[in-house]
């Protein structure tokens, strides 16, 4: 075997091994779905009309759960899981490029509300931003 092969098998095997040490990383450090009773807070903050905050008790691992057992929204499925259109009664105007964003104690999160897991206290804000 020449040289340029064997350095390029060892590149790759190290590239492979690097990966794969990614991927078990991240599923030992990920966060986990806490179980059992929780009180969430929902702040939403409504383009028509007043703002209002609610407070959740649920049993729900996950924000989109948590929202559909209350019936505060309604979305559709996508390959990222539940696009919200409307949160307590208020759809987004796809017309005029509104949809609805969400932060966590006023950080905004990175996850779908399908993979956002809630913990007991937390406290997530819904807003209807105009714009894409």
């Known amino acids: 075997m020449s040289k340029t092969k064997k350095t390029l098998v060892i590149s790759i095997s190290i590239l492979v ?3 794969v040490s990614s991927l078990l990383a991240y599923k030992l450090l990920a966060p986990k ?4 009773a929780k009180t969430v807070t929902i702040v939403i903050d409504h383009m028509k009309g007043e703002d209002k905050t ?7 691992e996950y924000l989109s759960e948590a929202l559909q057992q209350e019936g505060l929204v309604e979305g559709t499925e996508s390959e990222y899981g539940l696009w919200i259109t409307a949160i307590d009664g ?9 949809w609805w964003g969400y932060t966590k104690s006023g950080e905004y ?14 406290s ?4 209807l931003h105009e714009g894409y």
């Open 90 to 98: 208020e759809t987004a105007d796809d017309s005029l490029q509104q």
């Open 124 to 127: 997530f804000e819904f807003t």
């Open 17 to 19: 091994l690097l990966l």
């Open 33 to 36: 779905p806490v179980e059992g």
């Open 54 to 60: 609610l407070e959740i008790h649920t049993d729900a």
């Open 109 to 122: 999160v990175e996850t779908g509300a399908d993979q956002t897991i809630i913990e007991d206290g937390d």
